[in-house]
């Protein structure tokens, strides 16, 4: 057990901790923002008339529209029978969720951001995109309902920034996700396999379709390491070294790929997409594929 003044003391580190993370969201934010101004015109944006509550547009009255979709009071202002649209009402939904774990904050030489600052990036840029064309999102393992609008926005990047989302199999809220909810996962993937390819399986099972973003620093992916290397896990004390780096490039090469071909087997099992993302380089391509998915309907 804790003594008092060592809790007072975790309790300071938890709070500084929040408070660098919290430094963080501009930069974030502007990135989000510089991915989400970028994307292509054509391809932003869903929203079209249809059977919902919410008000859309109103057109002009033509011939083979029943008389009981005219709006009187607006045609009445303007000498002209026009109709009311709503928008298309949908029970569809978005969850995010970004693997926040310590190996998502390792960043090479050759990166200028950690998977994390990338993940957290494509994920704030989406849940800008889904905001403004008024559909719901929500952070998988933190929010409570999928919500829409500026508001939903502000609560969800500063849940994404100050909290810890849960371990993927510790997520109480894949369990009560609705059917057709779109779910995007964000990580390395670097778990067991078995655990992920049961969780994916269960959310299909549930109708869920979705997208495992796969990201990794370029160091992971081709070992670039030369001469004597000492390497460290971040998240335990253990660690390798290696005389000559170079003389294992292949071999870990070989085991990088098949790695990406589990998740990709994983996805594929369950028609889920799966998208691999490089750090390091810029995130355009990367961010229009994974608001593509989350466009696709059926």
């Not at 995109?129 to 999102?137: I, P, R």
């Not at 087997?265 to 355009?284: C, E, H, M, N, V």
Request: glycine share 6%.
């Amino acid at each position: 057990m804790f003594s008092s003044r060592n809790s007072e003391l975790m309790k300071k580190n938890e709070k500084s901790a929040a408070e660098i993370l919290a430094n963080t969201l501009p930069p974030l934010l502007l990135n989000a923002q510089k991915l989400a101004r970028g994307l292509d015109p054509g391809i932003h944006g869903r929203r079209k008339a249809g059977v919902g509550e919410d008000f859309w547009q109103f057109k002009h009255y033509s011939i083979d529209t029943p008389a009981s979709k005219i709006d009187w009071r607006q045609s009445a202002k303007r000498d002209q029978l026009y109709i009311r649209q709503n928008e298309l009402e949908t029970t569809e939904s978005v969850w995010l969720w970004v693997d926040n774990s310590l190996n998502m904050q390792y960043r090479s030489e050759w990166a200028e951001n950690t998977k994390l600052f990338d993940a957290n990036t494509l994920c704030l840029a989406l849940s800008l995109l889904l905001s403004g064309s008024g559909e719901n999102f929500g952070l998988l393992g933190i929010s409570e309902r999928a919500t829409s609008g500026p508001v939903a926005f502000e609560r969800f990047s500063q849940d994404l920034i100050t909290n810890h989302t849960p371990i993927l199999a510790n997520t109480k809220t894949i369990a009560n996700l609705p059917v057709n909810t779109r779910v995007v996962l964000m990580s390395d993937f670097l778990t067991p396999k078995d655990k992920l390819e049961k969780l994916v399986r269960s959310l299909s099972q549930n109708q869920c379709r979705g997208v495992l973003a796969h990201i990794a620093d370029p160091a992971e992916v081709t070992l670039p390491f030369t001469g004597r290397i000492k390497f460290e896990a971040m998240d335990d004390n253990q660690s390798l070294t290696i005389g000559q780096t170079e003389t294992i490039q292949g071999e870990y090469k070989a085991l990088f790929s098949n790695h990406c071909s589990a998740i990709k087997k994983i996805a594929r099992q369950s028609s889920w997409d799966y998208q691999f993302i490089q750090t390091g380089q810029p995130l355009g391509n990367d961010f229009a594929s994974l608001y593509q998915f989350l466009q696709r309907r059926g």
